[in-house]
């Protein structure tokens, strides 16, 4: 076989002009060229091929290259190659083909038919065995289907007799002999089409094996025979005259030719024709026998078949227009091109086996690939070549059995996919073909793929953040072939990107990895923008000598960097995989975030689940302690289940109430529930501020919680000797109502902290109705007989109403208090004498009206600005039992329970209101019975303005008999009108008597 780079020698046979230019055009690109002569000879030892201008002229015992635009009959005819006339003046490409001729032989019209022309290879049973791609667009039935003879079925059944016969006849005729039939063809789309096969048997070639059918559409042609011409199906008909000039010219011919009819005679043919046809009209008159050309003429690039025919005046010419055609011989030939292109420059090897294993062909790029020339291994035993790849063998020897192979192999380090197609004939295997395709990145991709795929199931099973950044630097070590890999992770903290994981390649070749700060680097970027990317150039990371990175962000954790020191080292696949790795890296760290927030989330709800249950058992307890206050008709019932219901608390082990004894000394215990093991008998109960916490709550009148006894137990006795009965916390509510110290409630629990907050404040919360419903019950019994305390005051500054007792000179007396709506207080004053008119405002008082006048004493309304005494010790626990003025002295009068701290009740007087100092104390008895409590209630149901109207009209003497004031009267004095006055005491005796009459019940 003749190398691509050999010198060729070709025999031109044929007299056209065309075949000189082709001949003439070889010499110049090189090839040795004999003729032209005018008949084929037997070939000498020095020509390699032959190039001829006419398909009779075709030797099926050599090599040979037409010069033809109609490819398909060339082929038909038994040529090797087809060259368009159009390249006969292409010297080089003419060259490559009697090359491609000489090195392929059958297998370039094979490449050809490939291209664009329908051809099909039928075994001796009538079975396709190779099927082009232009049958297939041909006939509208894919290769598949017409191997199993779907396609028989579209012939008309009229047509199928002549078919099989002429395909029979060929079959069984000698090796070369043709046959051709006409047929009906029902296309896969159902539509009807006309076509020709030309059968052509080729069984004892050892290229083909087979009758080769050779296919022609011929709709087109037979709708025109049974349809009129057309003008631009016609061919057009001009005559020259012996001076070379136009004669006649009919309207079709001057149509091709772009000129009128008129215009066109009497020009010279030169002028209206290409220089090839007027040679060949030149070559026409010198030989006297007709010529014919195809030319290419005109600006729109048309294609015209030129007859000459010489006659008595001269030539005739008939002009065909036959663009379409070498357009589409054309495309042919791109095709083929396009396909030898491919199989030259794709990593492919195409081979041929003949059945004792030996390789006929061996071509294609991927030779390159194990170090093979094209045909270098041509004439050898496959199973010499490769005896050291037994797979390959065993492939090879699969296929020679007659067994259709599908492989991948090693070879040379290359990973092949390898296709063996077996072609048996009659029962023979003739020969193998097969290809191989290089596959070595996708397998390596594949691999890799696989490999991450495992990794990433452990990936997703690690709990630390960690854990995720070594696996991820160790998946891309091992599994993806990146040895320098560094995992970066964002730290919110300082805005940078920190080395999370480094290889130790990183290390060995780089140095170590530098943290990055915003902006600094294109790894910045990626991690802004979220793009995976390749980096070389000055865009490469300055760490080390790096000349190529890749860089894969993985969502707002980080970014994954692989290093190389030498350029172009990553391609996409590379960077596909580290896209991947990255999308799990990203999937893994938003799990173990979204499992911390969970735990978290989960942690919350156990929290607020506790505290929904201390809520619970705090509403709980609120809902049994207001139960037993409702229920209970005895102070020591209520107390007793008081206690009972508070030590049944978790935690809980005493709970006790004690009241302050006499004088405020040692707090007594009047009911408990739990065992103290005897607490209270070992330690101090005094009401002072370093007692136990009871004392201290009685003294403090405040809770006083402990939530852990054993802090500073060496500073307090009484922590001891909790700590040693299992006492580790204390609560103390005093029992207030109304300034009233009703008792201590203390608890004590076992653990530390064992009163929470909800309980703790539940309890301190539940101590004032605690008080109230004692005050109550001790009401309701009748406890008339409670020891009392009565205390003097004086106060130690000057007063108001002082000042006004001074400036009337005559005692004042205190008979009534009313809460005025600003800072004022309205009090109802009793003089020792007439007092007409009003006297002068006094600095803090104001005298409004005077309200009763008699000879010896009167009742004035009055408004003091200033703060009244009688507040601050209200404020102070106590009730106000008097005040009087005389002489620029004011004295007030008040009651407090017995045993109360009088010291202390005077100090908080004094805090509250104006100076004051105890002039007297007097003990005795005396509760509150119940026409007071409910005088009490009546005041409390009275607004601000109705129970100043009432004393008014009280002190007014509006209900005495006579009256002594008249409703006018004293409405003007109040400055409302005299309805609004009425209105007030009609509401406060309404008042008055429901609670009297209704309270019976």
């Known amino acids: 076989m003749h190398g691509g780079s050999e010198t060729v020698r070709a025999l031109a046979v044929g007299e ?48 040979v290259v037409l010069l033809a635009d109609d490819v398909a009959a060339g082929l038909e005819a038994g040529a ?39 051809v099909a290879v039928v075994d001796p049973t009538g079975r396709p065995t190779y099927v082009s791609p232009a049958v297939e667009r041909a006939t509208g039935y894919d290769a598949d289907a017409i191997r199993r003879r779907v396609h028989e079925e579209a012939i008309h059944p009229a047509d199928r007799p002549a078919v099989f016969e002429t395909f029979r006849a060929v079959r069984d005729g000698p090796p070369g002999s043709t046959g051709r039939c006409e047929y009906r063809f029902r296309n896969v789309d159902g539509d009807g089409r006309f076509h020709e096969t030309t059968f052509t048997n080729r069984l004892e070639e050892p290229a083909i094996g087979g009758v080769v059918a050779s296919i022609r559409d011929l709709t087109d042609r037979r709708r025109v025979w049974r349809a009129p011409s057309t003008p631009s199906e016609r061919s057009g008909r001009l005559g020259v005259d ?115 294993g030996r390789f006929t062909v061996s071509e294609g790029r991927g030779l390159e690939r194990i170090d093979l ?58 020969r193998v073909i097969g290809v191989g395709a290089d596959v070595t990145e996708r397998v390596r991709y594949e691999r890799a793929l696989g490999a991450l795929g495992e990794a990433t199931g452990r990936l997703l099973s690690i709990e630390a953040e960690e854990g995720v950044y070594e696996h991820v630097r160790d998946v891309a070590v091992d599994a993806l072939d990146l040895e320098a890999t560094v995992v970066y992770r964002f730290d919110e903290r300082t805005g940078r990107l920190t080395p999370a994981a480094a290889s130790s390649a990183v290390e060995r070749w780089f140095g170590g990895p530098p943290r990055l700060d915003p902006g600094e680097s294109a790894v910045w970027e990626a991690f802004v923008d979220g793009t995976p990317r390749r980096l070389s150039g000055d865009r490469v990371p300055s760490i080390g000598a790096a000349a190529d990175a890749l860089v894969a962000p993985f969502g707002d954790h980080g970014v994954f960097l692989a290093l190389s020191g030498d350029p172009g080292t990553f391609d996409g696949r590379r960077l596909d995989l580290c896209r991947l790795l990255s999308w799990t890296a990203e999937a893994a760290l938003d799990r173990i975030g979204r499992t911390r927030t969970l735990r978290s989330r989960e942690r919350e709800l156990q929290r607020q689940n506790a505290r929904l249950e201390r809520l619970n058992r705090a509403a709980s307890l609120r809902e049994d302690v207001v139960r037993i206050l409702l229920r209970a008709d005895s102070r020591q019932v209520l107390e007793c289940r008081l206690c009972e219901r508070i030590e049944a608390i978790d935690d809980c082990a005493f709970v006790w109430i004690g009241e302050l004894g006499p004088g405020g000394g040692r707090t007594r215990p009047r009911a408990s529930a739990g065992d103290d093991h005897g607490y209270l008998e070992a330690v101090s109960l005094a009401a002072d501020g ?29 922590r001891t000797a909790a700590l040693s009965r299992g006492f580790h916390a204390v609560l103390s509510v005093p029992l207030i109502h109304d300034g009233h110290l009703h008792g201590v409630l203390s608890a004590y629990a076992g653990e530390p902290g064992g009163f929470g907050e909800v309980v703790a404040s539940t309890i301190e919360g539940l101590a004032e109705p605690i008080a109230y419903a004692l005050d109550a019950i001790g009401r309701e019994n009748g406890s008339t ?129 104006p100076a004051v100092s105890l002039v007297a104390r007097r003990e005795g008895s005396g509760g509150r019975s119940l026409v007071r409590d409910r005088r009490g209630r009546f005041f409390e149901a009275l607004t601000d303005r109705q129970r100043e109207v009432l004393e008014v009209a009280h002190r007014g003497g509006f209900f005495e008999w006579p009256r002594t004031n008249t409703g006018e009267e004293l409405a003007d004095s109040l400055g409302i009108s005299p309805p609004a006055f009425h209105n007030h005491v009609r509401a406060a005796e309404r008042k008055l008597f429901g609670l009297l009459f209704d309270g019976e019940h």
């Open 16 to 63: 056209s002009a065309t075949l000189a230019t082709a001949a003439a055009s070889l010499e110049r690109a090189g090839v040795c060229v004999d003729g032209p002569c005018g008949a084929v000879e037997p070939p000498e030892e020095s020509t390699d091929c032959l190039l001829v201008d006419d398909v009779d002229a075709v030797a099926p015992d050599r090599p």
């Open 80 to 118: 090797d190659e087809v060259c368009p006339t159009a390249m006969a003046d292409d010297g080089r490409l003419l060259a490559d083909r009697l090359r491609r001729a000489l090195r392929c032989h059958w297998g370039g019209r094979t490449l050809l038919a490939d291209a664009g022309v329908p």
């Open 242 to 356: 012996p001076d070379g000039r136009i004669r006649t010219i009919d309207r079709r011919a001057s149509s091709l030719l772009g000129v009128e009819p008129a215009a066109a005679r009497g020009v010279a043919l030169s002028r209206a024709l290409p220089e090839p046809a007027v040679a060949e009209a030149a070559a026409a008159v010198a030989t006297g026998t007709g010529r014919r050309v195809e030319v290419r003429v005109g600006p729109a690039d048309r294609w015209l078949d030129v007859r000459v025919r010489p006659s008595g005046a001269g030539l005739e010419l008939s002009l065909r227009d036959v663009t379409e055609r070498v357009e589409r011989g054309r495309m042919a030939i791109d095709r083929a091109e396009r396909l030898e292109t491919l199989v030259e420059n794709v990593p492919v090897i195409l081979f041929a086996l003949d059945p004792d």
């Open 373 to 430: 020339e094209p045909g270098e291994i041509v004439g050898e035993s496959l199973f010499e070549v490769y005896d050291d790849q037994p797979e390959v063998r065993a492939d090879a020897r699969r296929a020679l059995d007659g067994e259709a192979v599908h492989s991948h192999r090693t070879v040379g380090g290359r990973v092949f996919e390898t296709w063996y197609r077996p072609i048996v004939t009659d029962g023979e295997l003739g």
């Open 690 to 718: 370093t007692a136990e916490p009871t004392g201290r709550a009685a003294r403090l009148r405040a809770p006083v919680r402990i939530d852990t006894v054993g802090d500073a137990v060496r500073e307090r006795a009484w």
């Open 785 to 913: 007989e409670s020891p009392l305390t009565e205390l003097e005051f004086e106060l130690e500054e000057p007063s108001p109403l002082g000042t006004f007792a001074d400036r009337l000179d005559a005692p004042v007396r205190l008979e009534g208090v009313v809460p005025a709506d600003d800072d004022a207080t309205v009090l109802f004053l009793s003089v020792g004498r007439s007092v007409e008119p009003p006297p002068a405002v006094v600095d803090g008082l104001e005298v409004t009206t005077t309200v009763h006048r008699e000879a010896d004493e009167s009742l004035l309304r009055v408004r003091l600005l200033g703060p009244f005494v009688g507040h601050a010790v209200r404020d102070a626990g106590c009730e106000l039992r008097g005040l009087s003025a005389e002489d620029g002295t004011v004295r007030v009068r008040a009651v407090v329970p017995a045993g109360a701290d009088v010291r202390g009740v005077v100090a908080e007087v004094s805090r509250r209101g």
